[in-house]
């Protein structure tokens, strides 16, 4: 499974920044949290991080261009423990509901 990494709003004043640099390339593997490429708004340094485990596998901007608040900046793939652990939660969430609907309608406690 795919998903986007975007620009995050850093600035209240000023929704466009420059993607200054890469911190990983194309085919590198990175754990969530990392920091994947660096964006300067009014002169300050922001880092952009992965919000999961997986593999770069497109870059849409490169380095030096001029980006906007949440606009796609790269496209990374999931890592499949990533898509495990959501599988899990998702399900679990989706069981728990379930059951309590089911309670409800059925007036149990």
Request: hydrophobic share 35%; charged share 30%.
């Amino acid at each position: 499974m795919r998903e986007k990494i975007k620009v995050p709003k850093v600035n209240d004043f000023c929704s466009v920044s420059k993607l200054q640099e890469w911190k990983v390339e194309l085919g590198d593997c990175f754990e969530s949290g990392d920091v994947v490429c660096v964006i300067n708004n009014l002169s300050e340094k922001h880092e952009i991080k992965a919000p999961k485990a997986g593999m770069l596998v497109e870059k849409t901007i490169y380095e030096n261009a001029i980006v906007e608040d949440s606009q796609v900046i790269g496209i990374f793939e999931i890592s499949p423990e990533e898509q495990e652990a959501d599988s899990e939660f998702l399900c679990s969430g989706l069981i728990s509901k379930f059951i309590s609907k089911l309670k409800e309608s059925k007036n149990i406690n």
